[in-house]
């Protein structure tokens, strides 16, 4: 079946560095793509999706291209804030069915 | 716009206690309703999907169910709430033309069972 994995955190990084989260899909057909960013003590909000090769998704400065030659949708972001400290989920949507990678954990220290 | 709402926020039940959670949809009509937890440290287990009112499909076998009595309203029960219940719920929309394509997370209720 259709799966997403996602690199493991978590991840911690000093504010103003460059921030690449992993992510990798299997899936038959063509799915969407999607980012979701999950702060402490709350449910989860779109960041970004990407509905065909090649597209890029983007939203606060984070960024993710669909590669589907390497099954991927990395999320970058060029100089993270403390305020960007959350979990991050990959997730696609194949027809009907949504799957959602285990999340990463990202903390940003000032 | 749509909005998402759940209740309560927070919760704290004793082990073998009956359990309700709602959640409602505004500004949008036939969204497919999705129900998740999300243990500590862990991430989205899907437990139910509704297409429709009073239709229902279980992800995993637990001692929950849930329910869909009205279009935009889904509510996850239990008759006796184990250990392993303690969790974060979400509930998730999607909806018709032009916004099928994404789920929309509600804020969550975090379920602590002792």
């Known amino acids: 079946g259709d799966s997403v994995t996602q690199m493991e955190g978590p991840v911690t990084l000093s504010e103003e560095a460059f921030l690449t989260i992993n992510c990798t899909y299997t899936?038959?057909?063509?799915?969407?793509l999607f980012w979701y960013v999950q702060y402490p003590g709350e449910g989860l909000q779109l960041l970004l999706k990407?509905?065909?090769?090649?597209d890029k998704g983007s939203n606060k400065g984070f960024e993710a291209t669909y590669r589907k030659e390497t099954t991927s949708f990395h999320l970058e972001k060029g100089s993270v804030q403390v305020s960007d400290s959350a979990v991050y989920f990959c997730a696609l949507r194949n027809n009907n069915d949504m799957r959602f990678g285990a999340g990463t954990r990202l903390t940003v220290k000032p | 716009s749509q909005t998402i709402h759940q209740w309560p926020a927070t919760l704290v039940q004793p082990v073998g206690s009956p359990l309700s959670l709602e959640c409602t949809v505004e500004g949008t009509s036939n969204p497919n309703l999705y129900w998740y937890r999300q243990a500590a440290g862990r991430g989205l287990q899907l437990l139910f999907y509704s297409v429709g009112i009073g239709q229902i499909s279980s992800e995993v076998p637990q001692n929950l169910s849930a329910s869909r009595p009205q279009d935009r309203q889904f509510i996850l029960s239990s008759k006796k709430l184990l250990l392993s219940d303690s969790g974060f719920y979400l509930c998730?929309?999607?909806?018709?033309?032009?916004?099928?394509?994404?789920?929309?997370f509600g804020p969550g209720t975090r379920l602590t069972v002792l």
């Open positions: 990407a509905t065909k090769a090649d």
């Open positions: 998730a929309w999607r909806g018709g033309l032009g916004l099928a394509d994404t789920q929309y």
């Open positions: 899936a038959t057909g063509y799915p969407s």
